[in-house]
Every structure is written in structure tokens, then in C-alpha cells.
């Protein structure tokens, strides 16, 4: 039995750079080695009930040839929920490997796609076998609000820290979980994806633990705290509308093993620090 | 006005805002669309169309137009490096 899952894969298939090449073959090794269904974009954009409904039989695989994300767009155009997705030029930028300027499917890029799928798979292996338990954390919490307009903000009174960039930590003795204020995630509008980071990674103060997609943009998540990754929230595959819905609680985004608090303490805001500038970001926002 | 700040530093002391490689941008405009503080100006006649107008409105860690550049144009500087220059400032100002 071929342990691996069967996707609807939506691969940008673009002409323009050679980074779309290698989704269109990625696609079709994909198809070929777990009888996934490859979804043609140019025809999607014309004719798709059958495709709305092939998409909604199987985990959807989104794969974007470059941070123009024209698969993505579409995806989120057709209201699709997406289960993974991949960018090419990330990933080639990462392994060091240079796609040529060629828009014909090299060595190099046949080479890269059979890596990226042999990576796909394994990780697939992995998740399946293992999941990582989060620990356990309060689930609610006292909150402070500002109005304006119609807009509603809150601020948990207690227990948090927050960085000048909208992100807050919450400590659990040596663990942490990190998410988006709810001030951000409005900025943001509806999420349709959250990219986590691998469980393991280490992470600098400020640095990147995966990225968020709305429908505006695509954000990095700016890590207010230094340390390892021990857990991602599972909850947001598929439903990444909790980041929305409940930002400080189901919508945690990582947890941490924390390096040393003491020191990324330094640069962080607690409610009394946040509240005041939470405030004059919404003033000036609203002010334009 | 008092003077904007990052972190309790004075926001003209952080040396953050995107660099542009003229060699691979292409004038899509995608940064110049995703930006909301305005960052980027457009000059129509002029070469480079695209400069970088406004660095101190630009977020410091923030790197999301660079995310919308689909020929990887547009890079940052390192996030350790200035993270460690907002600490010595701190320091130099409680000191004052």
C-alpha cells in the first residue's frame, strides 16, 4: 500500500521563469508515483466544476513557481482550502540551487523537482508517524479593548509580551507560544494559510518562524523570542480562520523551547508598553 | 512631532529599508502595490524607475514586499546584526 497521500495538486505551470517548469514536473512525478490528480490552471480559470470538485475530494497540494504566487492567487480566487504548498524559487534558493534563465526544463530543474518530491513525500512519512504534542496553556484570558469606528481591538491584560511588530509571547515556564495581536491579524484580513515552520528549527530573536497568507499579502511571522521549535498549531491546516477568530488562543501559531527570556525580555512590550502604542497605531491608521 | 521610535530608539538611527537589485527588478511594481507606508516611489520619465523614497517609513523586520517580488529583487539587512545595533543604542541612551 503506498503510504503516502493521494493530492489534487494545482502546480503554477508558468511559462515566464524556469521555477514553473519545474512545478508542472514536480506535478506530474507526483501524479505518477501516488495517483494524485493534477489540476490544470489555465483550464481552471475557464472551466471548473470539475476541478471545484476534485478539490474538495482530496488534500489540496498548491505548487508556486515564484513569490508572485499565481497558483495561490488562483487557489484563494476559487475558494479552495489548501493542505500544503510549496514556492520553487524558496526552495532553490535554500538548497543553493541556481535555475538557469532557460525556460526549457533542464538538468538542474529536473534534478530540483525530483529532490523536492522525495522531500514532500518523506516529510508526509514523518507527519503521519508522529505528532507533536503542544502543552498545555490557559485558554482564557482578561482583555482590555479599543475602539474605533467599527473596529473592535483587544489586548490580554496579563501574562503576555508583545514586540513592536504586533507579535505576542506567552511563557510557560521554558516554552512559549508565539502568535499574532489581534490588531495584526485585522490588518491582515481573512488568513487562507499558515506556513509553519519545521519542528526543530532554531530561530533567532526576530527572526522568521513561517509565514501567514491573507488575501492582501504574505507576511513572515517575526519571532519575538529566541529559541527552538517544539510544536505547531495542527488546527490551522485546516482551519487557518482561527487566527482570526481567536488570535491569542486556537489561533497560537508556534511554541518555542526558549533560549534565554531574560534577554529577549529586553525588547519586549508588556501590556502597559503594548496598550499605548496599539493605540496610536490605530489612531494614525485611521487617521489616513 | 516628536520623532518616531522602534523599540524606544529613534526610528533615523536603524539602518532598515529594502534594498532594490537593479540587475534583476523588472518594474512589476508588486512592492510599490503591497506597501502601505509608502516606502517606494515610482518616477515615470526617470532610471531607475523604482527608488527607495521613504526608508524610515519603512517597518523595521518587516520584509513583506520582498515576498511579493517574483524575480527576488529586493533583500534586507541582517535581522541578527540590527537587532544587536537596537540593543547598543539602548544602551548609549540610558547612559545619556
Partial sequence: MNPNPAYVILPCNGLDKAAGGVTREMALELAEQTGSEILCPVLYRVADARYNRLAGERPLLVLDGCATRCASKLAGEKGLKVAKKLNISEEAKQRGVELGESLRLDETGRALAKTLVAALLEADRVESASSTAATAFPEHFEYETYQKDKFLFRVPKSGFFFSENDFWVFVNGNRARVGMTDYLQQSLSDVLFFTPPPVGTAVEQFGEVGTIESAKAVMEVVSPVAGKVVAVNQALDTSPELINQTPYEQGWLVELELADFDQDRELLLDFAGYFPILKRKVDEFHAK | ?96
Fill in chain 2, 1 to 96: 512631532m516628536s520623532e518616531t521610535t522602534f523599540m524606544g530608539v529613534p526610528r533615523s538611527r536603524i539602518d532598515w529599508s529594502p534594498r532594490i537589485d537593479y540587475a534583476r527588478c523588472n518594474d512589476c511594481m508588486e512592492c510599490v502595490k503591497f506597501c502601505p507606508h509608502q516606502v517606494y516611489e515610482v518616477r515615470e520619465a526617470a532610471t531607475p524607475k523604482l527608488i527607495i523614497k521613504n526608508p524610515l517609513n519603512c517597518v523595521v523586520f518587516c520584509r513583506a514586499c520582498a515576498k511579493t517580488c517574483g524575480v527576488d529583487a529586493l533583500s534586507f539587512p541582517d535581522k541578527i546584526q540590527t537587532t544587536q545595533r537596537i540593543k547598543e543604542i539602548r544602551k548609549e541612551l540610558e547612559g545619556q
